[in-house]
């Protein structure tokens, strides 16, 4: 399975944006879908969007508008741009990639903490 590793979280005032990467230990090419997760304290993880090997995106509702996901095969990295942040986007935003959403790889997560 190939290793993934999440970038770009931190420490942003509500209303502020971040933009998260997820680098692959090897070419994304092939994968049929990556997702980004978030799980707050005390809360199940939970689905932020996903991305489509066709590049075909899907977003949870109250994510779209607001989060882009995209992907850069040639660096094998996956992003997502996140604008307009809210106290309650507070999370540990994990990637996800595999055949499946949901299964496969799982990234170690970084920290994204909104400050009202």
């Known amino acids: 399975q190939v290793q993934l590793v999440e970038s770009g979280g931190g420490l942003v005032q509500a209303g502020g944006s971040l933009r998260l990467s997820c680098a692959a230990s090897?070419?994304?090419?092939?994968?049929?879908?990556m997702a980004w997760y978030r799980q707050a304290p005390g809360k199940q993880r939970e689905w932020v969007a996903l991305?489509?090997?066709?590049?075909?995106?899907s977003y949870a509702n109250s994510m779209r508008g607001r989060f882009t996901i995209s992907r850069d095969n040639a660096k094998n990295t996956v992003y997502l741009q996140m604008n307009s942040l809210k106290p309650e986007d507070t999370a540990v935003y994990y990637c996800?990639?595999?055949?499946?959403?949901?299964?496969?790889?799982w990234g170690q997560g970084t920290q994204v903490t909104v400050s009202s």
């Open positions: 996800n990639a595999g055949f499946i959403v949901g299964r496969g790889s």
């Open positions: 090897g070419s994304i090419v092939g994968i049929n879908v």
């Open positions: 991305i489509t090997k066709d590049g075909s995106t």
